[in-house]
Nanobody, 124 residues
Framework: QVQLVESGGGPVQAGDSLRLSCVLS????????MAWFRQAPDEEREFVSG????????LYSDSVKGRFTISRDNSKNTVYLQMNNLEPVDTATYSC?????????????????WGQGTKVTVSS
């Protein structure tokens, strides 16, 4: 059974940086494209960023492009989300997701496995 565990969230000030991590266990990491989604209070879950199994393609939402960077270390079964210049609107619970595919997509319903999430709170 594939499990995803996120870490790295917390309270920060606007302009600060955070790096989220997500470790996959119970499966072959390189078989999965990985993504980060977020859900703010009273909002729908939204796609943030995604990466193919070998990192040759990445996707970003317009709201984070240029500030966030997704990466993965296949030797550690881990995907990262480096978040720079955080803004209060980035406040949300961030979840990683795994898709058993060589492509990366933005649709929530396509992902096979989800983590529990890590909360990020950005104050002004």
């Amino acid at each position: 059974q594939v499990q995803l565990v996120e870490s790295g969230g917390g309270p920060v000030q606007a302009g600060d940086s955070l790096r989220l991590s997500c470790v996959l266990s119970g499966g072959t990491f390189v078989s999965y494209s990985m993504a980060w989604f977020r859900q703010a209070p009273d909002e729908e879950r939204e796609f943030v960023s995604g990466i193919t199994w070998n990192g040759d393609r990445t996707l970003y939402s317009d709201s984070v492009k240029g500030r966030f960077t997704i990466s993965r270390d296949n030797s550690k079964n881990t995907v990262y989300l480096q978040m720079n210049n955080l803004e209060p609107v980035d406040t949300a619970t961030y979840s990683c997701a795994a898709l058993y595919s060589i492509v990366v997509v933005t649709a929530i319903e396509d992902y096979d496995y989800w983590g529990q999430g890590t909360k990020v709170t950005v104050s002004s």
